[in-house]
């Protein structure tokens, strides 16, 4: 285990807002924390390096290290009121299993109050169907000898009887009428007193031996049953015969699992396993759950599901009033060890102490967090070690809980990501490629950014997209400018509706990224610190999710690429995500129309047709993923492109979106003249403009030579044109 890891309750404050660490320190000796400012979290010594400012805090001192643990798996828990006195039983469910994993994988099971298990119905080590029965100190185990299908429905069951001492499961693929039964004698003096149940776990405090696959409609008699009764005893109609009858079709935007029978014996999901997914029913008539949800009665469950790593907290930090707005970190050490955890301070709510407003993109961090890449190589912890680097990789550590960018064990995509657990991703000199210039990405890259503005003497606030999507245009409404990151990729309706707005009414905005405004994205209504994706059809993806399951569980709405909503990145910034390619930067050529009146004090200052063919990300301005111009999806038609990405080498490739067949493809004329950054401006009739750089590496040159550069130059000049101070 990493000797020493924290994370943070929320990732944004503004003053008087309290924020909370949770830290895990496997050291006998206290650890200190303290506060840290954060200017650059880039380690290449060919750049500014790392830059950090000490700040005093209330927080800062030594505490008693302690090791906090995590448990991972998805799995339901049902607690009830009190204890259930049954001398015979049979506990029953769809499943469609997804993995054998050499272990057993529980799907139903019984527990007393101290957590001892009762009885469980598990997946074995082969794929066999195995029930066990803990009672009176002694064990009776039964196994099938036909194993399960993956990917396939079917009913499992298991029955005890204490009246003829006998213990029995069975299977039966759903349609068919042929089940494997297997039986066993026990005692005959059983009795089954349990008030815990868990589907997908063992039941007790943690998830334990967790089950990968969909289970459906699991139900508990109080008395054995056949397999012919079985059948009539789950038909809709006589669902009230049994003791408990669990119904996933019911709340599955929320975390509360229903019990449709009079008992009320509902449960919990824990570690968000994914809902809204088809179940035994769906047969391809409706996509929706919202509008056929008896087709989605299913939860997927998997072994490695985590989100939120329910730390206690080790200290607190209350925001003052007369902090600047900005990128700070609660530094953490013990012995040779240290850990940083970033969080974004705000100014006061509906208060700006600057003209300009830099947007931070949590949620693209959030989604990206602990991406274990899969060309990562362990070659490239040799350059990290000589940058003095963040030494930790997801790669290395993925039983930390992966991004959405991974798969679960099981092979389907990850859905969930939150930021309420360590993030190596969200780190002061973490490094995402190993290979080329910097590397860098997400929060290290914005953070060139950032080391700009404070070369430049920019006064600028921080706004999250976390208050964009709370708070809507409100929380930028003050600002005349407002800047992205370099990769604001991942969005929610209401934030794309609040920059929407702030552009119509007046505001300027500068989108100095690329593959910006790409994902659609949900908050869970019940912890919002969690976001969910659901990568449908189309778009660079790194997994896609099942025929059926297109729509976000937590909000209902159709997920995917907000170009298959209606809503192209050009609507709102005039580009959109056009190609990519590997990790390395081209340059722009400025255009015949830059030198019109209306945009040409853009390149106030600048001499050179060429624009970028420099920088620590990638070596140039412009590469790795690029937008461009497109007026069927939403360009504006007065947008003047007024300098264009060339020169991308081979393995650079039209989006998919883009892509109709192996020689055709939506844009016109050569696909391949697609795949280029387009430098437009554009002026909107509510008195607002936009300025779009359209690639992804454009904020890596604006440290180069000192920050004294044409593409310095070029962003200095919009900002001071679109916030009317002088820069």
Same mark, same amino acid.
């Given at each position: 285990?990493?000797?020493?890891?924290?994370?943070?309750? #929320?990732?944004?404050? *503004?003053?008087?807002?309290?924020?909370?660490?949770?830290?895990?320190?496997?050291?006998?000796?206290?650890?200190?924390?303290?506060?840290?400012?954060?200017?650059?979290?880039?380690?290449?010594?060919?750049?500014?390096? $790392?830059?950090?400012?000490?700040?005093?805090?209330?927080?800062?001192?030594?505490?008693?290290?302690?090791?906090?643990?995590?448990?991972?798996?998805?799995?339901?828990?049902?607690?009830?009121?009190?204890?259930?006195?049954?001398?015979?039983?049979?506990?029953?469910?769809?499943?469609?299993?997804?993995?054998?994993?050499?272990?057993?994988?529980?799907?139903?099971?019984?527990?007393?109050?101290?957590?001892?298990?009762?009885?469980?119905?598990?997946?074995?080590?082969?794929?066999?169907?195995?029930?066990?029965?803990?009672?009176?100190?002694?064990?009776?185990?039964?196994?099938?000898?036909?194993? @399960?299908?993956?990917?396939?429905?079917?009913?499992?069951?298991?029955?005890?009887?204490?009246?003829?001492?006998?213990?029995?499961?069975?299977?039966?693929?759903?349609?068919?009428?042929?089940?494997?039964?297997?039986?066993?004698?026990?005692?005959?003096?059983?009795?089954?007193?349990?008030?815990?149940?868990?589907?997908?776990?063992?039941?007790?405090?943690?998830? /334990?031996?967790?089950?990968?696959?969909?289970?459906?409609?699991?139900?508990?008699?109080?008395?054995?049953?056949?397999?012919?009764?079985?059948?009539?005893?789950?038909?809709?109609?006589?669902?009230?015969?049994?003791?408990?009858?669990?119904?996933?079709?019911?709340? $599955?935007?929320?975390?509360?699992?229903?019990?449709?029978?009079?008992?009320?014996?509902?449960?919990?999901?824990?570690?968000?396993?994914?809902?809204?997914?088809?179940?035994?029913?769906?047969?391809? &008539?409706?996509?929706?759950?919202?509008?056929?949800?008896?087709?989605?009665?299913?939860?997927?469950?998997?072994?490695?599901?985590?989100?939120?790593?329910?730390?206690?907290?080790?200290?607190?930090?209350?925001?003052? +009033?007369?902090?600047?707005?900005?990128?700070?970190?609660?530094?953490?050490?013990?012995?040779?060890? %240290?850990?940083?955890?970033?969080?974004?301070?705000?100014?006061?709510?509906?208060?700006?102490?600057?003209?300009?407003?830099?947007?931070?993109?949590?949620?693209?961090?959030?989604?990206?967090?602990?991406?274990?890449?899969?060309?990562?190589?362990?070659?490239?912890?040799? #350059?990290?070690?000589?940058?003095?680097?963040?030494?930790?990789?997801?790669?290395?550590?993925?039983?930390?809980?992966?991004?959405?960018?991974?798969?679960?064990?099981?092979?389907?995509?990850?859905?969930?990501?939150?930021?309420? *657990?360590?993030?190596?991703?969200?780190?002061?000199?973490?490094?995402?490629?190993?290979?080329? +210039?910097?590397?860098?990405?997400?929060?290290?890259?914005?953070?060139?950014?950032?080391?700009?503005?404070?070369? /430049?003497?920019?006064?600028?606030?921080? @706004?999250?997209?976390? %208050?964009?999507?709370?708070?809507?245009?409100?929380?930028?409404?003050?600002?005349?400018?407002?800047?992205?990151?370099?990769?604001? %990729?991942?969005?929610?309706?209401? &934030?794309?509706?609040?920059?929407?707005?702030?552009?119509?009414?007046?505001?300027?905005?500068?989108?100095?990224?690329?593959?910006?405004?790409?994902?659609? @994205?949900?908050?869970?209504?019940?912890?919002?610190?969690?976001?969910?994706?659901?990568?449908?059809?189309?778009?660079?993806?790194?997994?896609?999710? +099942?025929?059926?399951?297109?729509?976000?569980?937590?909000?209902?709405?159709?997920?995917?690429?907000?170009?298959?909503?209606?809503?192209?990145?050009?609507?709102?910034?005039?580009?959109?995500?056009?190609?990519?390619?590997?990790?390395?930067?081209?340059?722009?050529? *400025?255009?015949?129309?830059?030198?019109?009146?209306?945009?040409?004090?853009?390149?106030?200052?600048?001499?050179?047709?060429?624009?970028?063919?420099?920088?620590?990300?990638?070596?140039?301005?412009?590469?790795?993923?690029?937008?461009?111009?497109?007026?069927?999806?939403?360009?504006?038609?007065?947008?003047?492109?007024?300098?264009?990405?060339?020169?991308?080498?081979?393995?650079?490739?039209?989006?998919?979106?883009?892509?109709?067949?192996?020689?055709?493809?939506?844009?016109?004329?050569?696909?391949?003249?697609?795949?280029?950054?387009?430098?437009?401006?554009?002026?909107?009739?509510?008195?607002?403009?936009?300025?779009?750089?359209?690639?992804?590496?454009?904020?890596?040159?604006?440290?180069?030579?000192?920050?004294?550069?044409? @593409?310095?130059?070029?962003? /200095?000049?919009?900002?001071?044109?679109?916030?009317?101070?002088?820069?």
């Amino acid at each position: 285990m990493i000797p020493l890891l924290g994370y943070s309750n #929320k990732l944004s404050g *503004r003053p008087g807002d309290t924020i909370e660490f949770k830290v895990s320190s496997r050291s006998s000796d206290d650890f200190y924390a303290d506060l840290v400012r954060v200017v650059c979290a880039d380690p290449n010594p060919d750049g500014p390096g $790392i830059i950090e400012n000490d700040i005093n805090a209330a927080f800062a001192g030594r505490y008693p290290s302690r090791a906090q643990d995590f448990h991972s798996g998805s799995c339901v828990q049902i607690r009830a009121p009190k204890a259930l006195d049954f001398s015979s039983l049979t506990l029953t469910a769809l499943i469609w299993p997804t993995l054998l994993n050499g272990r057993n994988q529980t799907i139903l099971s019984l527990a007393d109050s101290n957590g001892e298990c009762q009885l469980d119905l598990a997946l074995g080590a082969s794929g066999e169907l195995c029930a066990n029965v803990y009672l009176s100190g002694s064990r009776w185990s039964c196994s099938s000898e036909e194993i @399960v299908t993956l990917r396939e429905w079917q009913r499992v069951w298991v029955s005890c009887s204490a009246s003829d001492g006998t213990l029995s499961l069975g299977f039966a693929r759903c349609g068919q009428n042929n089940p494997t039964l297997r039986s066993l004698s026990m005692s005959d003096t059983l009795n089954f007193r349990f008030d815990q149940i868990a589907f997908a776990s063992v039941a007790g405090a943690h998830p /334990k031996e967790c089950f990968n696959g969909k289970i459906e409609a699991p139900a508990l008699f109080n008395r054995t049953c056949g397999t012919s009764e079985l059948t009539a005893l789950l038909s809709d109609d006589s669902r009230q015969h049994a003791h408990a009858h669990w119904d996933f079709c019911k709340n $599955i935007s929320g975390t509360q699992v229903l019990d449709s029978g009079v008992h009320q014996l509902h449960g919990t999901t824990i570690n968000y396993p994914t809902r809204g997914v088809t179940g035994s029913l769906w047969d391809g &008539t409706e996509m929706c759950w919202r509008h056929k949800p008896e087709h989605y009665g299913a939860i997927h469950f998997h072994e490695d599901d985590i989100v939120d790593f329910e730390w206690q907290t080790d200290f607190e930090f209350t925001i003052p +009033e007369n902090i600047r707005s900005g990128i700070y970190a609660a530094r953490i050490r013990c012995g040779d060890f %240290e850990d940083k955890i970033p969080f974004f301070v705000l100014p006061e709510k509906n208060k700006s102490r600057a003209s300009l407003c830099v947007l931070v993109s949590t949620f693209t961090y959030s989604i990206y967090g602990n991406h274990a890449r899969p060309d990562y190589d362990e070659l490239w912890q040799e #350059k990290w070690r000589e940058w003095n680097a963040y030494p930790w990789n997801p790669a290395e550590y993925p039983e930390y809980g992966l991004s959405t960018y991974n798969n679960h064990a099981d092979g389907s995509g990850i859905c969930h990501a939150s930021h309420r *657990r360590p993030l190596f991703t969200l780190r002061p000199g973490y490094v995402t490629f190993g290979y080329g +210039e910097s590397g860098l990405r997400h929060f290290q890259a914005d953070t060139h950014l950032i080391a700009w503005l404070e070369n /430049k003497g920019i006064d600028y606030d921080i @706004v999250t997209d976390w %208050e964009l999507h709370h708070d809507g245009a409100d929380s930028i409404a003050k600002y005349k400018c407002v800047t992205t990151g370099s990769h604001p %990729e991942y969005h929610t309706k209401e &934030t794309l509706n609040a920059l929407r707005d702030y552009r119509d009414s007046g505001g300027n905005l500068i989108y100095i990224g690329g593959n910006g405004f790409y994902w659609r @994205v949900a908050l869970s209504s019940e912890n919002p610190s969690i976001i969910e994706i659901r990568r449908g059809e189309g778009g660079i993806r790194a997994w896609a999710s +099942e025929p059926g399951e297109y729509y976000n569980a937590f909000d209902g709405e159709y997920g995917g690429l907000w170009r298959r909503n209606a809503r192209p990145p050009q609507q709102l910034a005039a580009v959109g995500f056009s190609g990519q390619g590997q990790f390395v930067g081209s340059y722009y050529r *400025r255009t015949e129309a830059s030198n019109q009146a209306e945009v040409s004090w853009i390149f106030a200052g600048v001499n050179d047709d060429i624009i970028g063919d420099f920088g620590l990300s990638g070596g140039g301005a412009a590469g790795f993923e690029v937008d461009r111009v497109d007026h069927r999806l939403g360009t504006p038609s007065n947008a003047v492109v007024v300098a264009r990405s060339e020169n991308h080498g081979d393995t650079f490739v039209l989006v998919p979106e883009e892509r109709l067949t192996h020689i055709t493809a939506l844009p016109d004329g050569d696909p391949n003249d697609a795949i280029r950054a387009d430098m437009t401006y554009c002026d909107y009739p509510g008195g607002g403009a936009v300025f779009s750089v359209g690639s992804i590496t454009f904020c890596g040159s604006l440290p180069h030579n000192e920050f004294d550069n044409s @593409v310095s130059r070029i962003l /200095k000049n919009v900002v001071k044109r679109f916030t009317d101070v002088s820069a």
